[in-house]
């Protein structure tokens, strides 16, 4: 773990990604409970948002007694005509407390199976519910959580600019066709990847309602 470390501080010239050590991203990474799935990327799918909405009203339903604030698509399957693998992620806003029993019952009866924190913040809990075609995965978090609105930013961000989307597209799959990157390594390029068009994605919003 430490030579991934090290060669990832070489390579990218930093420290940190997202104010987040990498020396901690990596090792929190390296805990990630993924579960068995086999991952396809496929072209755009305009099923994707029908998905997304039946998922929506499901999962609204389900946690009516709940102190829900919002459910949001993201992820690439949120982006057109952007490819993705074959998961569609959702962002399931609630206030805290986060992860109750509650909670993870009503989950449990829609399928989903707890996976322990997301990738995506160590305050975000993940849900998996593995089907034929896929996977359906909620990010279960706090609203005030900043990753949640950098999510919703840099969703929209990408769908408003076609040459982001262009050259995000080119670099995941130029991260990915390089030789010797194990899924770790994959993950972090990625993150800091991300981390850039997230600043230029909040900067964008801040830009746009500034001028309202």
């Known amino acids: 773990m430490m030579r991934i470390i090290r060669q990832l501080k070489d390579r990218l010239g930093i420290h940190h990604i997202g104010g987040e050590p990498i020396e901690q991203l990596v090792r929190r990474w390296s805990r990630?409970?993924?579960?068995?799935?086999?991952?396809?990327?496929?072209?755009?799918?305009?099923?994707?948002?029908?998905?997304f909405e039946r998922e929506r009203q499901r999962?609204?339903?389900?946690l009516a007694g709940e102190p829900l604030v919002d459910i949001q698509h993201v992820g690439s399957t949120s982006i057109p005509p952007l490819p993705s693998k074959n998961v569609l992620d959702l962002a399931v806003a609630l206030h805290p407390p986060l992860c109750t029993t509650r909670q993870r019952e009503l989950l449990e009866s829609l399928g989903y199976r707890f996976h322990g924190t997301s990738p995506i913040d160590p305050s975000f809990f993940w849900f998996w519910r593995i089907e034929e075609a896929g996977a359906l995965v909620v990010h279960l978090c706090d609203p005030k959580a900043a990753w949640y609105t950098n999510l919703l930013h840099f969703r929209d961000y990408m769908?408003?600019?076609?040459?982001?989307?262009?050259?995000?597209?080119r670099l995941k799959r130029e991260l990915a066709s390089t030789h010797g990157h194990s899924w770790l390594e994959y993950s972090v390029l990625k993150r800091h990847l991300l981390q850039q068009l997230t600043e230029r994605a909040n900067a964008w919003v801040a830009a746009r309602n500034g001028a309202c």
């Open 159 to 169: 769908r408003e600019h076609p040459a982001e989307r262009e050259e995000y597209e």
């Open 59 to 62: 999962l609204q339903e389900a």
């Open 32 to 51: 990630v409970e993924t579960p068995e799935l086999r991952l396809e990327v496929r072209p755009y799918d305009p099923a994707w948002p029908v998905l």
